[in-house]
């Protein structure tokens, strides 16, 4: 099967986890770069969250897309479509280990960008496994990051 054949699950499980706590055990207090994802190709994300593991909080998760160009890029909000919400909010009753807190939608990333899942507002207590569902765009060249080879 094709790199670009389908959906792409993108997870914030990074080097190697031997157990349930390790795997879900981001701490999802305020701040940047709470997970950073590569794309490999051309990406539209439609639909990125975290899988709760221990309960969060009583406030409301707030968390936000930034993406980069490039390594050694300043990440930055995609830019949108007016009136278009890319924020994810959760309840401010906080969340219980298990739900799955999401936001559906279509940001572009081109080929070699990084992509990183903020946390504008975050809980003081609380962990999970921070995802992005995406598909490829078909695109195979861009501007910025691609060198075509000449032979």
Excluded: W
């Amino acid at each position: 099967m094709a790199v670009d054949a389908g959906l792409q699950v993108l997870n914030s499980i990074v080097g190697l986890n031997d157990t349930q706590a390790h795997l879900g055990s981001f701490a999802l207090t305020t701040g940047v770069n709470k997970a950073i994802f590569f794309a490999t190709q051309a990406l539209e994300i439609v639909e990125y969250g975290v899988n709760i593991q221990t309960n969060t909080s009583a406030n409301a998760l707030v968390l936000t897309v930034t993406i980069a160009p490039k390594f050694g890029g300043t990440f930055v909000a995609p830019t949108m479509a007016a009136g278009v919400v890319i924020t994810c909010t959760g309840p401010s009753a906080g969340l219980t280990a298990g739900q799955n807190l999401c936001k559906r939608t279509r940001i572009p990333v081109p080929r070699g960008a990084l992509i990183s899942i903020d946390a504008t507002t975050g809980v003081a207590a609380g962990s999970g496994v921070i995802y992005c569902l995406a598909y490829p765009t078909g695109e195979t060249v861009t501007d910025t990051n691609d060198v075509v080879s000449t032979t």
